[in-house]
Protein backbone atom coordinates (compact mmCIF):
# COMPACT_ATOMS: atom_id res chain seq x y z
CA UNK A 1 0.00 0.00 0.00
CA UNK A 2 1.30 3.47 -0.91
CA UNK A 3 1.29 6.25 1.56
CA UNK A 4 3.18 9.76 1.25
CA UNK A 5 3.14 11.51 4.68
CA UNK A 6 4.08 15.17 4.94
CA UNK A 7 5.05 16.74 8.30
CA UNK A 8 7.25 20.15 8.98
CA UNK A 9 4.17 22.67 8.35
CA UNK A 10 3.60 25.27 11.39
CA UNK A 11 2.76 28.65 12.29
CA UNK A 12 5.86 30.87 11.41
CA UNK A 13 6.35 34.75 11.27
CA UNK A 14 7.07 36.55 7.44
CA UNK A 15 10.60 35.95 6.46
CA UNK A 16 10.68 32.83 8.32
CA UNK A 17 11.78 29.79 6.88
CA UNK A 18 10.20 26.11 7.37
CA UNK A 19 11.48 22.41 5.90
CA UNK A 20 8.21 20.33 4.45
CA UNK A 21 9.31 16.27 4.92
CA UNK A 22 7.74 14.21 2.82
CA UNK A 23 8.22 10.42 3.54
CA UNK A 24 7.15 7.37 1.64
CA UNK A 25 6.21 3.85 2.39
CA UNK A 26 5.18 1.31 -0.33
CA UNK A 27 7.34 2.77 -3.01
CA UNK A 28 10.91 3.72 -3.65
CA UNK A 29 10.51 8.03 -3.84
CA UNK A 30 13.75 7.59 -6.52
CA UNK A 31 11.70 5.66 -9.14
CA UNK A 32 9.01 8.68 -9.22
CA UNK A 33 8.59 11.91 -10.06
CA UNK A 34 7.55 14.24 -6.78
CA UNK A 35 6.31 17.42 -6.74
CA UNK A 36 4.35 19.67 -3.61
CA UNK A 37 1.27 21.47 -3.48
CA UNK A 38 -0.45 23.95 -1.87
CA UNK A 39 -4.12 24.62 -1.65
CA UNK A 40 -6.16 27.49 0.20
CA UNK A 41 -9.94 27.33 0.82
CA UNK A 42 -11.55 28.08 -2.26
CA UNK A 43 -9.07 28.08 -4.61
CA UNK A 44 -7.68 25.58 -7.18
CA UNK A 45 -4.71 23.21 -5.67
CA UNK A 46 -1.30 25.00 -7.21
CA UNK A 47 1.95 23.54 -8.14
CA UNK A 48 4.75 24.59 -5.79
CA UNK A 49 7.67 22.47 -7.18
CA UNK A 50 8.40 19.32 -8.63
CA UNK A 51 11.29 17.44 -8.77
CA UNK A 52 11.66 14.30 -11.63
CA UNK A 53 12.58 10.57 -10.81
CA UNK A 54 16.13 10.27 -9.95
CA UNK A 55 16.69 13.95 -9.22
CA UNK A 56 17.72 15.21 -12.40
CA UNK A 57 15.59 17.85 -13.19
CA UNK A 58 13.71 20.42 -10.93
CA UNK A 59 10.67 23.13 -11.45
CA UNK A 60 9.57 25.46 -9.55
CA UNK A 61 6.17 27.91 -9.34
CA UNK A 62 7.22 31.69 -10.12
CA UNK A 63 5.49 32.67 -7.10
CA UNK A 64 8.10 30.71 -5.07
CA UNK A 65 11.12 30.60 -7.18
CA UNK A 66 14.34 31.82 -5.51
CA UNK A 67 12.83 31.34 -2.17
CA UNK A 68 11.84 27.31 -2.13
CA UNK A 69 14.57 24.59 -2.79
CA UNK A 70 13.25 20.67 -3.30
CA UNK A 71 15.68 17.80 -3.30
CA UNK A 72 15.53 14.38 -2.52
CA UNK A 73 16.91 12.06 0.07
CA UNK A 74 16.95 8.38 -1.16
CA UNK A 75 18.19 6.51 1.89
CA UNK A 76 15.92 8.27 3.67
CA UNK A 77 12.81 7.55 1.04
CA UNK A 78 11.97 11.15 1.34
CA UNK A 79 11.59 14.22 -0.41
CA UNK A 80 11.81 18.07 1.32
CA UNK A 81 10.58 21.15 0.23
CA UNK A 82 12.86 23.97 2.00
CA UNK A 83 11.15 27.36 2.35
CA UNK A 84 12.55 30.52 2.66
CA UNK A 85 11.27 34.25 2.92
CA UNK A 86 8.34 33.03 3.88
CA UNK A 87 5.39 35.26 2.94
CA UNK A 88 1.76 35.64 4.43
CA UNK A 89 0.73 34.67 0.76
CA UNK A 90 2.26 31.73 1.09
CA UNK A 91 0.25 30.55 3.80
CA UNK A 92 -2.14 27.22 2.85
CA UNK A 93 -2.15 23.25 2.73
CA UNK A 94 0.80 21.73 1.44
CA UNK A 95 0.52 18.32 0.00
CA UNK A 96 3.34 16.03 -1.74
CA UNK A 97 2.23 13.69 -4.80
CA UNK A 98 3.97 11.08 -6.83
CA UNK A 99 3.92 9.36 -10.12
CA UNK A 100 6.31 6.33 -11.80
CA UNK A 101 8.93 7.70 -14.59
CA UNK A 102 9.42 11.01 -15.66
CA UNK A 103 6.66 13.66 -16.91
CA UNK A 104 7.51 15.56 -19.78
CA UNK A 105 6.82 19.61 -19.61
CA UNK A 106 6.75 21.52 -16.04
CA UNK A 107 5.49 18.96 -14.00
CA UNK A 108 2.92 21.25 -11.74
CA UNK A 109 -0.13 19.92 -13.04
CA UNK A 110 -2.52 17.94 -10.15
CA UNK A 111 -3.47 15.85 -12.95
CA UNK A 112 -0.61 13.94 -13.45
CA UNK A 113 0.13 12.58 -9.89
CA UNK A 114 -0.93 8.94 -9.20
CA UNK A 115 -0.93 9.14 -5.16
CA UNK A 116 -1.21 11.94 -2.56
CA UNK A 117 -0.81 12.68 1.17
CA UNK A 118 -2.99 14.30 3.47
CA UNK A 119 -1.32 17.66 3.48
CA UNK A 120 0.72 19.83 6.22
CA UNK A 121 -0.69 23.37 7.00
CA UNK A 122 1.40 26.05 6.67
CA UNK A 123 0.51 29.29 7.82
CA UNK A 124 2.60 32.83 7.92
CA UNK A 125 2.08 35.54 10.00
CA UNK A 126 2.86 37.98 12.77
Known amino acids: QVQLVESGGGLVQPGGSLRLSCAAS????????VAWFRQTPGKEREGVSYINSFGGTTNYAESVKGRFTVSRDNAENKVYLQMHSLKPEDTAKYYCAAVPGRIPGHGLGADEYDYWGQGTQVTVSS
Open 26 to 33: GITLDYYS
